[in-house]
T-cell receptor, first 111, second 116 residues
């Protein structure tokens, strides 16, 4: 079983749509959680951290469910510029606080 | 503009060549990393350096040899690579001990490596 699993997509959505991605992680010792964004042929960049109480940053909302070991990212009012690969990232305490990356979910927003 | 710069951005090398990838960070961090990203696969951590000391070698073949002369610079020396080593190699840096509090790592733009 992969440590961090994501639906690879692609998710093809029209502008203005709401889209949600889920990510599951296998290690219950996972401590911190993040969503990264990676544009085509570019480096990953932090989109947002995911807090236990859930958190929102503009059109982006992240949720954490520790009991079910999944993380979600909701994007409202999708823009063309949101097209990218979204990486779910987990930090596992027993691995010395190293980051474990999912393979990513591709989002394509079309006009 | 990224605080982590990598050179070269693109590299094509033969299986018998020796080449090096260079990474420099301007963020004052003390941890540096090499990651490998192959098509449709998750990022794979290769090496970790904390305060210039290697603290992690994730079972990487010896044809990849890292070097960290100081906290700001990191090299990846390449020798007798295989075609399956073709990938995007990403350097990253962070401040040790801060990631759990929400700080994170910063990536360079990557070096696209093709082994022919």
């Amino acid at each position: 079983r992969k440590e961090v699993e994501q639906d690879p997509g692609p998710f093809n959505v029209p502008e203005g749509a709401t889209v949600a991605f889920n990510c599951t992680y296998s290690n219950s010792a996972s401590q911190s959680f993040f969503w990264y964004r990676q544009d085509c042929r570019k480096e990953p960049k932090l989109l947002m951290s995911v807090y236990s109480s859930g958190n929102e940053d503009g059109r982006f909302t992240a949720q954490l469910n520790r009991a079910s070991q999944y993380i979600s990212l909701l994007i409202r009012d999708s823009k063309l510029s949101d097209s990218a690969t979204y990486l779910c990232v987990v930090m596992v305490l027993e691995y010395g606080n190293k980051l474990v990356f999912g393979a990513g979910t591709i989002l394509r927003v079309k006009s | 503009e990224t605080g982590v710069t990598q050179t070269p951005r693109h590299l094509v090398m033969g299986m018998t060549n020796k080449k090096s990838l260079k990474c420099e960070q301007h963020l004052g961090h003390n941890a540096m990393y090499w990651y490998k990203q192959s098509a449709k696969k998750p990022l794979e951590l290769m090496f970790v350096y904390n305060f210039k000391e290697q603290t992690e070698n994730n079972s990487v073949p010896s044809r990849f040899s890292p070097e960290c002369p100081n906290s700001s610079h990191l090299f990846l020396h390449l020798h007798t690579l295989q075609p399956e080593d073709s990938a995007l190699y990403l350097c990253a840096s962070s401040q040790p001990g801060t990631m759990s509090s929400g700080n994170t790592i910063y990536f360079g733009e990557g070096s696209w490596l093709t082994v022919v």
